[in-house]
């Protein structure tokens, strides 16, 4: 299939799907990107659709080498594959340059359930909460870095940012795939779960600036959350009611 107007009706559902609203109603998100593309093959998960540029595709190495993927061993039926002229993929795109090829995944692709299944056992001592963080390239960094220091989890509180968000995406860098992510939680919920995560010693240490208390004096070992609020106004009263340590 080749779509080559961007006013057919196919993309202008999936330009809803850069809205938290659009993508609330359609239970879809968008992956944008070859990077992004190649994490979620690797592990097995294969988007809904892919639509993609060659001509784009072919600049890079990366794109080229995911091209020849796509084309041969993907796994991906024809109706699955959608070819897009340039002009097509520039409206799709979110990002200031267009990567040659956006995926479309539901909602419920990154269960935290089956994360937790496919992990391998390990220590994981830290259980990260986010409180009303709002910037999406803050969010994404974050959930990166969460990924490489092998957190348990993440808790993100109702007011956050969305994290099926275009920049959160792009910025967490497929860290998706294999962090556990809870989002739009109460404070109950979250309670709870700390409880649960840090058993007989519940402990939450929260990030404050101007703390007397520095990190490298704490036990980092025995399980504990970390709570990380607001990047203008800092922890919420909820998150100061939960800590145990600022």
Known sequence: MLITSPHN????????????????????????????LEVLLDAGIAPREVYFQPELLQ?????????????????????????????VMDVLSDAQTAQ???????????????????????HRPVLLILDNLADPGNM?????????????AVLLT????DCYNPKVLRSAAGAHVALPIEA??????????????????P??????????HVYYEQDLVTPFALIIGNEAQGPSPEAWALATLT
């Not at 479309?104 to 391998?120: C, E, G, N, T």
């Not at 402990?203 to 007397?212: D, K, N, Q, V």
Request: glycine share 6%; with cysteine.
């Open 9 to 36: 009706p196919r993309i202008s559902k999936l330009q809803d799907l850069y809205t938290r609203r659009g993508r609330k109603k359609s239970g879809l998100f968008l992956m944008e990107g070859p990077h992004l």
């Open 59 to 87: 600049r890079t190495v990366k794109g080229r080498a995911l091209l020849e993927r796509l084309v041969h061993n993907a796994g991906l039926s024809d109706d699955q594959l959608i070819e897009v002229s340039e002009r």
């Open 100 to 122: 040659g090829v956006v995926s479309v995944l539901p909602l419920d692709v990154f269960s935290p359930a089956h994360i937790y299944a496919k992990r391998l056992p390990a």
């Open 140 to 152: 994404g960094t974050i959930l990166r870095t969460a990924l490489a220091a092998d957190v348990y």
């Open 158 to 161: 109702a007011n956050c940012v």
């Open 184 to 201: 739009d939680l109460t404070w109950e919920a979250i309670a709870e779960k700390v409880a649960s995560h840090c058993a007989s010693d």
């Open 203 to 212: 402990r939450a240490l929260l990030a404050e600036a101007g703390s007397p």
